[in-house]
């Protein structure tokens, strides 16, 4: 895993960062955006442009929200995707972790 979707994401999802990402790898949640670990080449496009400052190189997460790097992993779990964000779509689903974040 190269990079890491944080708390200032949740319930905003600005989306500057889907537009930036040349390998299409950020998939859009119920409540936040996620980089795929598989498909990421770790070219950092997506963490210079998120306005909110919600993106870190996965060794640069603040500790109060290592958890996220653990719900960026899962929201892929058991998920088969057909291979870019685009031809997903959203997808309708969060980890626990993020679905226990409180609305903003």
Do not use: H
């Not at 980089?35 to 442009?49: S, T």
């Not at 031809?87 to 689903?93: I, V």
């Amino acid at each position: 895993m190269a990079y890491v979707i944080a708390e200032p994401c949740v319930d905003i999802m600005d989306k500057s960062c889907t537009r930036e990402c040349p390998v299409d790898c950020i998939y859009e949640g119920n409540r936040m955006m996620y980089i795929n670990p598989e498909e990421c080449i770790d070219c950092g496009a997506c963490e210079a442009i998120c306005p909110m400052e919600a993106i870190f190189y996965v060794d640069e997460v603040p500790p109060e929200w290592n958890s996220y790097t653990q719900a960026n992993r899962d929201f892929f779990d058991g998920v088969e995707l057909p291979g870019g964000a685009k031809k997903a779509g959203k997808l309708e689903r969060d980890p626990a972790f993020v679905l226990s974040r409180p609305s903003k």
